[in-house]
């Protein structure tokens, strides 16, 4: 490892280094890997409810981000505790 420039930032350094291996994956947080929401299992029209979370909660974002990732696109609504998602391309 070799540490090419430090940048301070909120009181902590922040290094710039080259040749870091990156770790293999688990598979956890994988955008195009495996998931524990069913968006890879999902084909246009489906749709899943999602209790006791908001619009602005993380499995709503993951999904946003899951199906931009993979060419898919999602439509969300509040719905009686939760948010239901529907796949709509």
């Known amino acids: 490892m070799r540490v090419l420039q ?3 930032t909120k009181g902590q350094n922040v290094l710039i280094e080259k040749n870091v291996k990156i770790p293999e994956g688990s598979g956890k947080g994988n955008m195009k890997g495996t998931s524990k929401y069913p968006w890879p299992d999902m084909i246009v ?3 899943v409810f ?3 979370v908001t619009m602005t909660s993380h499995p709503i974002n993951y999904a946003y981000k899951w199906m931009a ?3 898919r696109k999602l439509t969300a609504r509040a719905e009686n505790g939760g948010v239901r ?3 709509v391309l």
């Open 6 to 8: 430090v940048y301070k």
């Open 45 to 47: 029209g489906d749709s």
């Open 50 to 52: 999602i209790p006791s």
């Open 69 to 71: 990732r993979n060419g």
């Open 85 to 87: 998602v529907w796949r």
